[in-house]
């Protein structure tokens, strides 16, 4: 249900990995009929697909460092430039100061909102690792707190899960530290704009979207 005109607006959401943006994401996109761009499921689907773009990526996104400004760039302007009007959700970027920057040029004239999804490190540690996947349709569980019917089951198709490649102890540890180093002054560059939320990202995922829901509406009215 499309309560208000969300047309023109760019929403990023902020956070750690493992923080739930995705599963946040896809549901505010639906209910507020946004575009949602996963810059992290638009590079794996490039790998997935064994493209040239996916073949440059593979190593460094399996390494839990980040895939090059320039890539991403070229990505996130063609997305945007492809909304026709409609609004969109960023779920993974920008990731450092200089992609903030970019986005300020490249949104030409699209109005931002900004909302960072705050969770504590232990909370997203036991996320990432019990963190699965269907290869099939998509479904995303989490074995401690989201788990499926049937172990390693996915409920609604029943393929064998998957975990992420870049969801193993050592990259977990590398993604957190690249957070922590360099995505970290992302959120202090919004930090205190008016256009900027931050909202507690630890709990249930639904107590979660309803702050997150609250948070949004907030700053389109
Ligand atoms: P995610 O699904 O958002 O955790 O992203 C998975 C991986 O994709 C990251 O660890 C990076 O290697 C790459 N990636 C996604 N978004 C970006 C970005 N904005 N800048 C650089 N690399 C990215």
């Given at each position: 249900m499309q309560e208000r005109n969300t047309a023109g607006y760019v929403v990023v959401l902020l956070g750690?990995?493992?923080?739930?943006k995705g599963t946040q994401a896809v549901r505010l996109a639906k209910e507020l009929g946004l575009e949602h761009f996963s810059t992290g499921e638009i590079l794996r689907e490039e790998v997935r697909q064994g493209s040239e773009l996916g073949r440059q990526v593979k190593a460094v996104m399996e390494s839990g460092a980040l895939v090059s400004d320039e890539i991403l760039g070229r990505i996130v302007r063609e997305r945007l430039s492809s909304l026709d009007g409609k609004g969109c959700i960023l779920d993974?970027?920008?990731?450092n100061l200089a992609q903030a920057e970019f986005l300020e040029e490249a949104r030409n004239g699209l109005r931002l909102i900004v909302v960072n999804l705050a969770v504590p490190e232990e909370a997203i540690v036991k996320r990432l690792s019990g963190r699965r996947f269907c290869p099939r349709c998509g479904t995303v569980y989490n074995i401690y707190f989201s788990p499926p019917k049937v172990d390693e089951i996915c409920d609604q198709c029943g393929t064998e899960l998957q975990r992420r490649e870049d969801d193993r102890e050592e990259v977990i540890r590398e993604r957190l530290r690249v957070y922590r180093e360099v995505t970290q002054p992302v959120v202090d560059y919004y930090a205190?704009?008016?256009e900027f939320r931050e909202i507690d990202g630890d709990g249930a995922p639904e107590v979660v979207y309803q702050r997150l829901l609250a948070a949004v509406k907030s700053l389109m009215e």
């Open positions: 750690p990995p493992g923080g739930g993974g970027y920008p990731r205190g704009r008016p």
